[in-house]
């Protein structure tokens, strides 16, 4: 579940990273035991390769880096937020075909 397209974000450096991105944000909220998100992984990995230098992609495991869940109310996973200068822009939860995630995307970009 790790490519060299996406970085692993944790409570530590979850807000300097998106606040400092010169593109927007694309962050899966993810657990190792959750069914969808082993789905849309292989889509989350495509798209970061495909929006490469338009849209940064990284993942942040829910169970590991609870400070962050807790602030962004990750109630349900996968959930992805897209930033857009260190703020929230975009919010789906669930499984998501990657036709609808990269329409997502494109809205912001």
């Given at each position: 579940?790790?490519?060299d397209?996406?970085?692993?974000?944790?409570?530590?450096?979850?807000?300097?990273?998106?606040?400092?991105?010169?593109?927007?944000?694309?962050v899966?909220?993810?657990?190792?035991?959750?069914?969808?998100?082993?789905?849309?992984?292989?889509?989350v990995?495509?798209?970061?390769?495909?929006?490469?230098?338009?849209?940064?992609?990284?993942k942040?495991?829910?169970d590991q880096?609870?400070?962050v869940?807790?602030?962004?109310?990750?109630?349900?996973?996968?959930?992805l937020?897209?930033?857009?200068?260190?703020?929230?822009?975009?919010?789906?939860?669930?499984?998501?075909?990657?036709?609808?995630?990269?329409?997502?995307?494109d809205k912001?970009?």
């Amino acid at each position: 579940m790790s490519s060299d397209m996406i970085k692993m974000l944790e409570d530590t450096n979850f807000k300097d990273f998106i606040s400092t991105s010169p593109t927007p944000v694309l962050v899966d909220f993810w657990a190792d035991w959750c069914g969808p998100c082993k789905m849309i992984a292989p889509m989350v990995e495509e798209v970061a390769t495909e929006y490469e230098g338009k849209v940064q992609v990284a993942k942040l495991n829910v169970d590991q880096n609870r400070s962050v869940t807790g602030e962004f109310k990750i109630n349900s996973i996968p959930t992805l937020i897209v930033f857009k200068g260190g703020s929230e822009a975009d919010r789906f939860v669930g499984f998501k075909t990657k036709k609808e995630l990269k329409a997502i995307l494109d809205k912001h970009i």
